[in-house]
């Protein structure tokens, strides 16, 4: 790996950090991040990883709120799913323990009685990653359909430890893989409306020039915009680009 997929990856793992530890690192674990893995960062770096940080609402030094980052309409939700989970039954440690045992075991029953054990932290979690562009009931609805196929797979750990390790970091990483989609999505949103906007410029320059909508083969002849590009316009835009004539050339 290159430096920048070292730094990529040391980053990725401190925000992980941050999660488990209530969306919060110290000082010293934000800089063993990367100097364990041969990373020396300067100062304005640092300060770049600390925007960072911030901006996916991870506190240095502290925990930030996670609630300040919900929306009235969010904090009514959780409010209504919670009390809804009120409902379960409260069980013990030991009692939680003895659950996720059978569950391990293939015993009917144990692992639905699993996932009921663990929906109030599926909620918890979802707190954890507020403010990033999803919505908290999505974040949970995610968070529970990972919760559920880990449970199919809690043969495979080898404690109780593990088991719930592995229940966590599932919805954990099923709420980032989300968070990420969407935000990939919005990327590719962005860039279609831009290419949809040159084209939209384009075709109105040379119908104000000529006084009437441009054909498609004259916009891609003048302009030097390629038919597919136009096109692709056309259909982002529902065919609504005034400045344009499609119905000859497509």
Sequence with gaps: MNEEQIFAKALEALCRQAREQGNAVS?????????KNGLSLSGEQLLLVRDYLKEKKI???EPGDPDSFLSEEEVRYLDLYLEELEGLQTLTEGEKEAV??????GES?????????????VAEIARLYAGQGIGMEDLIGEGNVALAMAAEMVSCAGSVQEAHGNLVSAVMEAMEELIARDAGEKKTGEKLVKKANDVLDKAREMAQDLGRKVKVEELAKESGLSRDRIREAVRITG??????DTKEGF
């Design 109 to 121: 029953g144990a692992r639905e009685k699993l996932i009921e054990i663990f929906l109030p932290r």
């Design 239 to 244: 065919d609504r680009i005034e400045y344009l």
């Design 27 to 35: 000082e010293r674990q934000l800089e063993e991040a990367f100097e």
């Design 100 to 105: 996720t045992l059978s569950a391990m075991a």
């Design 59 to 61: 506190g240095v030094g």
